[in-house]
């Protein structure tokens, strides 16, 4: 909080593309940057409200409310259990509890949906609080594994039952034009597009899945982390004539574990063929797959060129692919011309930015 506050007043304003952390502590020097921290961080303690003070939390990892409020005798469990069980929930080493993790269209939520999450912490997680997750998710700790039944009943009361949250069927997907000044595609309601059919293909239960990513970013600053997802996309645009429509820049290959690298570079595709391609990628895999791939180490050797099936490289991908996306003319079909969650005519206008970016 002090660092934020420091950060807000004395940042550059003026000059957009240097309001950045690293220049203030660069003009400013490490020393008196570190001084101002520790003057503001006593002021931050001593103007903290009382509710805030009773919440922090000085020993996070300390189960601090076991409760159990619920046993499994009489709760409905409707079919979607066993799936929400497996794609949306981990044992933890502790005994008797798991993690849940809620799975949010594109990381949206309404206010009902934010009161009704409120409520299940207070009621489920022994720990008594929810973290927001990098993959626009949220997950509670600490919940009694009989409790179970019951909370996903009341997630599904408030529509945040849905399954996969731990697979590849809950993309990634930045604000993009719902509110982005500088975004040139609607990345955020393509996520949401991807996600529905995905699951709707029940793809959450596929094992071979499951540790693969989709992130799609607006434009190129990457703010969905498209380079380490393993089918990745960058907004832009594309041209027929005078017409123009949504395009992105698909990278394959990116992760961010044990063998982190940065997806490679592999065709352009039509925001309205996002779809096809994607489940043309994951039918190429199954058809060349060995045994016991998952598409994210089957990926990792054809884009390391490491793969001695039918499909060899990237490029072997690219051919596959490259019909998918060629566009059709205007009077053949206009929605192509158009980008998701919008009816007008496409056209890359941006504005000021927000950020440095
Ligand atoms: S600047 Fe960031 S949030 Fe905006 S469109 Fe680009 S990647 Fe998305």
């Given at each position: 909080m002090a660092v934020l506050r420091i950060f807000d007043r004395l940042g550059d304003r003026k000059n957009m593309a240097r309001n950045r952390m690293r220049y203030l502590v660069n003009d400013m020097g490490w020393e008196k940057f570190q001084n101002l921290v520790l003057k503001e961080r006593a002021i931050v303690r001593s103007t903290q409200s009382v509710i805030t003070l009773l919440e922090v939390d000085h020993t996070p990892n300390e189960i601090k409310r076991p409760i159990r409020i619920s046993d499994e005798s009489g709760v409905p469990t409707s079919d979607g259990y066993a799936r929400w069980l497996k794609t949306n929930t981990v044992k933890q080493k502790q005994s008797g509890y798991r993690s849940i993790f809620i799975t949010l269209e594109a990381g949206d939520i309404t206010a009902n949906q934010l009161n009704a999450l409120a409520d299940l912490i207070r009621d489920y997680s022994s720990e008594g609080k929810a973290r927001f997750g990098f993959v626009q998710n949220v997950a509670l700790r600490y919940v009694y594994e009989d409790d179970l039944p019951h909370l996903y009943s009341k997630l599904l009361e408030s529509g945040l039952a849905k399954s996969g949250a731990l697979t590849m069927t809950a993309p990634i997907g930045c604000s993009g034009t719902t509110s982005c000044n500088l975004a040139l595609t609607n990345s955020h309601r393509l996520a949401k597009?991807?996600?529905?059919?995905?699951?709707?293909?029940?793809?959450?239960?596929?094992?071979?899945?499951?540790?693969?990513?989709?992130?799609?970013?607006?434009?190129?600053?990457?703010?969905?982390?498209?380079?380490?997802?393993?089918?990745?996309?960058?907004?832009?645009?594309?041209?027929?004539?005078?017409?123009?429509?949504?395009?992105?820049?698909?990278?394959?290959?990116?992760?961010?574990?044990?063998?982190?690298?940065?997806?490679?570079?592999?065709?352009?595709?039509?925001?309205?063929?996002?779809?096809?391609?994607?489940?043309?990628?994951?039918?190429?895999?199954?058809?060349?797959?060995?045994?016991?791939?998952?598409?994210?180490?089957?990926?990792?050797?054809?884009?390391?060129?490491?793969?001695?099936?039918?499909?060899?490289?990237?490029?072997?991908?690219?051919?596959?692919?490259?019909?998918?996306?060629?566009?059709?003319?205007?009077?053949?079909?206009?929605?192509?011309?158009?980008?998701?969650?919008?009816?007008?005519?496409?056209?890359?206008?941006?504005?000021?930015?927000?950020?440095?970016?």
């Open positions: 597009e991807i996600q529905r059919k995905l699951l709707e293909l029940k793809f959450d239960e596929d094992d071979d899945l499951r540790d693969s990513s989709i992130k799609i970013s607006g434009c190129p600053n990457s703010c969905a982390q498209h380079g380490i997802a393993t089918i990745g996309f960058f907004g832009g645009g594309g041209r027929v004539g005078k017409d123009m429509y949504a395009n992105y820049q698909m990278s394959l290959g990116g992760r961010s574990d044990g063998d982190t690298m940065l997806g490679q570079t592999c065709l352009r595709v039509p925001a309205k063929r996002v779809i096809p391609v994607i489940l043309k990628i994951i039918e190429l895999f199954k058809q060349n797959k060995k045994s016991d791939d998952t598409l994210q180490s089957w990926i990792h050797r054809v884009v390391n060129n490491n793969e001695d099936s039918e499909i060899k490289s990237i490029n072997d991908i690219k051919k596959v692919l490259e019909p998918l996306v060629i566009p059709p003319t205007k009077e053949e079909d206009p929605d192509f011309y158009l980008d998701y969650g919008n009816d007008t005519s496409y056209h890359t206008k941006t504005g000021k930015g927000e950020c440095a970016a």
